[in-house]
């Protein structure tokens, strides 16, 4: 066999930092050094009980088998009811494909949408991954800087002057994910009238959803029928590991997209698919008490690292994040990151793992306990109080 040479375009895909900083972490602890984790944007809570009961249940149903390539027809319909009584639109079920999490949700839409060489729009700072699933299908970034007096959000001129014949869409994420900041309704509008006006999708990443403090989320889907909507179970309903997502599109694409599930992923856990359903219908009393618990922590956190000097001009109010400008301390944040890691055993991504506009800040996760999160945060202003 000749030397290994993995394909061209894995070429593009850069590493996902948070998770080499996590299995680092992993590494630490399994030398007996305890880590607080601030890296990680999973929910600490237990999945509600009653999710994993209409889990169990399902198993003593037997109901194993393959479901409809978009999804169980239950799942469908509840994630239907579920948008039209919190935004109050209309969906079908034919509209909705139900993934083994968003992510190859993400996958099957770029594949559907992009040829090589077109254009997705994005900002800068971002969740890595978008990026990295636009170049894979053979797309192209078309990156639209965002900054901290602006509160991280797009300006109409900016995303205008990104648009070309070969613009695919507009990607938005609302709570976003490194900022937890939320996309005001007149954002939003801007951003639909601009696709609009343009003919092009807007690309909404719903995932945070439900975990917000202050205002309110509002979905695309009230603003524009011409949209793909990504969502999940992960965050809201702490079901990282049980993988369950769902992508909603139009009409006129839902074919091509059942067409890549039934040959790349057959249908989504049938099992998880029911325990999803029961999380819409049944699990609001226990979101609702964990987005409590959170806002306490975002509160606690906020406070601490102001007083530590971290430059933070936007409160974050959305998903469970504070994206903190950490630049009079390094324009490096990966060697901070590493060093804070290493000297404190406080673990925080850096910001560049989000784009070169990240670059120089820190994102740090209040998915953790209080009393966690003090003693993270304790360690981390005595390793301030002794850098150089």
Do not use: W
């Given at each position: 066999?000749?030397?290994?040479k993995?394909?061209?375009?894995?070429?593009?895909?850069?590493?996902?930092?948070?998770?080499?900083?996590?299995e680092k972490?992993?590494?630490?602890?399994?030398?007996?050094?305890d880590?607080?984790?601030?890296?990680?944007?999973?929910?600490?809570?237990?999945?509600?009980?009653?999710?994993?009961?209409?889990?169990?249940a399902a198993?003593?149903?037997?109901e194993?088998?393959y479901?409809?390539?978009?999804?169980?027809?239950r799942?469908?319909?509840?994630?239907?009811?579920?948008?039209?009584?919190?935004?109050?639109?209309?969906?079908?079920?034919?509209?909705?494909?139900?993934?083994?999490?968003?992510?190859?949700?993400?996958?099957?839409?770029?594949?559907?949408?992009?040829?090589?060489?077109d254009?997705?729009?994005?900002?800068?700072?971002?969740?890595?991954?978008?990026?990295?699933?636009?170049?894979?299908?053979?797309?192209?970034?078309?990156?639209?800087?965002?900054?901290?007096?602006?509160?991280?959000?797009?300006?109409?001129?900016?995303?205008?002057?990104?648009?070309?014949?070969?613009?695919?869409?507009?990607?938005?994420?609302?709570p976003?994910?490194?900022?937890?900041?939320?996309?005001?309704?007149?954002?939003?509008?801007?951003?639909?009238d601009?696709?609009r006006?343009?003919?092009?999708?807007?690309?909404?990443d719903?995932?945070?959803?439900g975990?917000?403090?202050r205002?309110?989320?509002?979905?695309?889907?009230?603003?524009?029928?011409?949209?793909?909507?990504?969502?999940?179970?992960?965050?809201?309903?702490?079901?990282?590991?049980?993988?369950?997502?769902?992508?909603?599109?139009?009409?006129?694409?839902?074919?091509?997209?059942?067409?890549?599930?039934?040959?790349?992923f057959?249908?989504?856990?049938?099992?998880?698919?029911?325990?999803?359903?029961?999380?819409?219908?049944?699990?609001?009393?226990?979101?609702?008490?964990m987005?409590?618990?959170?806002?306490?922590?975002?509160?606690?956190?906020?406070?601490?690292?102001?007083?530590?000097?971290?430059?933070?001009s936007v409160?974050?109010?959305?998903?469970?994040?504070?994206?903190?400008?950490a630049?009079?301390?390094?324009?490096?944040?990966?060697?901070?990151?590493?060093?804070?890691?290493?000297?404190?055993?406080?673990?925080?991504?850096?910001?560049?793992?989000?784009?070169?506009?990240?670059?120089?800040?820190?994102?740090?996760?209040?998915?953790?306990?209080l009393?966690n999160?003090?003693?993270?945060?304790?360690?981390l202003?005595?390793?301030?109080?002794?850098?150089?």
């Open positions: 066999m000749k030397a290994f993995p394909a061209e375009r894995t070429k593009e895909i850069t590493p996902f930092i948070v998770m080499e900083i996590l972490i992993h590494a630490m602890e399994a030398a007996g050094i880590v607080v984790h601030m890296e990680i944007g999973e929910p600490d809570f237990e999945t509600p009980a009653c999710i994993k009961q209409a889990a169990m198993f003593d149903s037997k194993t088998s479901t409809h390539s978009l999804g169980d027809i799942l469908r319909k509840a994630i239907c009811a579920y948008y039209k009584k919190k935004y109050k639109v209309d969906i079908s079920p034919d509209q909705i494909i139900v993934t083994s999490g968003t992510s190859p949700a993400m996958l099957l839409l770029f594949s559907v949408l992009i040829n090589p060489g254009e997705i729009i994005i900002s800068d700072p971002h969740y890595p991954c978008y990026s990295n699933f636009i170049k894979f299908t053979g797309g192209i970034p078309a990156v639209v800087p965002v900054y901290e007096d602006q509160g991280f959000q797009f300006t109409p001129e900016a995303i205008q002057e990104k648009i070309s014949p070969k613009t695919k869409g507009i990607f938005i994420n609302s976003s994910n490194p900022t937890g900041n939320l996309m005001p309704e007149n954002k939003m509008q801007e951003i639909a601009i696709a006006e343009n003919q092009i999708p807007v690309i909404s719903e995932i945070y959803h975990l917000v403090y205002g309110e989320a509002r979905s695309i889907l009230e603003f524009t029928d011409d949209a793909f909507v990504f969502n999940g179970f992960s965050k809201l309903f702490a079901m990282t590991g049980l993988r369950l997502g769902y992508l909603i599109a139009p009409p006129a694409c839902m074919r091509p997209l059942q067409v890549l599930q039934q040959n790349f057959i249908s989504a856990n049938s099992i998880i698919q029911i325990a999803g359903t029961k999380a819409l219908e049944s699990a609001e009393p226990d979101t609702l008490e987005k409590k618990i959170y806002n306490q922590r975002r509160e606690y956190m906020l406070k601490r690292l102001k007083e530590m000097g971290f430059g933070i409160e974050p109010t959305g998903a469970f994040y504070i994206f903190a400008n630049r009079h301390l390094s324009q490096d944040s990966y060697a901070l990151a590493l060093d804070i890691l290493e000297k404190a055993h406080v673990g925080v991504t850096p910001g560049i793992d989000f784009g070169t506009n990240g670059e120089g800040y820190l994102r740090f996760s209040y998915a953790n306990s009393e999160l003090e003693k993270g945060l304790d360690r202003e005595n390793y301030l109080k002794t850098k150089p």
